[in-house]
Structure formats: C-alpha cells, structure tokens
Nanobody, 128 residues
Framework: QVQLVESGGGLVQAGGSLRLSCAAS????????MGWFRQAPGMEREFVAA????????YYANSVKGRFTISRDNRKNTVYLQMISLKPEDTAVYYC?????????????????????WGQGTQVTVSS
C-alpha cells in the first residue's frame, strides 16, 4: 500500500521561504515520478511541480516557475518542494502525489486527471 506523508508546512510572511517534504513508502520509490499539487479554499486542486523517476527532469506550473524547486532523494524515499519568494496567493493545502504509472514523465503528472496516489496534505499560509 502506497503511503505519502507530507511535512514542513506552516505560516510564513510574504517573501519568505519554506521547504516541504514527502516521505513515501509501500513501493520502489525510484521507479515513479513524483509531484506536488495544491488546493486553495474554494478552488480546485492544481498542479504545482513534478519530477521524473530519476530526477533528471522537472516540470512546473507557470505560477511557480523560478520560485519553487522540486527535488528528490531516492535513497531516502523522499521528495521535496523548496519554495522561495512566497506570495499570499501561494496559500493552500499542498499535496504530495505519486505517479501510478511506472517510470512516467514529469510532464505527464501535470496532465489533467492523471492518476496518482495522494498524501494527506500540509497547510501553507503566506501572510501579507
């Protein structure tokens, strides 16, 4: 059974930074692409970033490009999201996602309704 556990959320002032972590278990971590999504109050869940199974390629939503960096450590079965220059509009629950497809691409995880496993989410609040 795949389990994804996020950590690292919190309250930060605009312009600040946070690093989210997602620890995965239940399958061979290095075989699957991983990603981050977010959902703000009253909004649909949206794609944020993804990384290929090897870590060799990444893919970002335009809204976070240049401010967020996704990375992974396959020895620790963990994926990270480093967020800098945070804005109030980044406030959301952030969800870790694990691709259901073997050796999928980062870009595929950004496709609408791409099948993934979900973590429980971690709250990020950016105050102005």
């Amino acid at each position: 059974q795949v389990q994804l556990v996020e950590s690292g959320g919190g309250l930060v002032q605009a312009g600040g930074s946070l690093r989210l972590s997602c620890a995965a278990s239940g399958r061979i971590f290095s075989n699957y692409a991983m990603g981050w999504f977010r959902q703000a109050p009253g909004m649909e869940r949206e794609f944020v970033a993804a990384i290929s199974w090897s870590g060799g390629s990444t893919y970002y939503a335009n809204s976070v490009k240049g401010r967020f960096t996704i990375s992974r450590d396959n020895r620790k079965n963990t994926v990270y999201l480093q967020m800098i220059s945070l804005k109030p509009e980044d406030t959301a629950v952030y969800y870790c996602a694990g691709d259901r497809s073997f050796a999928g691409s980062a870009e595929a995880m950004g496709a609408p309704a791409h099948p993934v496993y979900w973590g429980q989410g971690t709250q990020v609040t950016v105050s102005s």
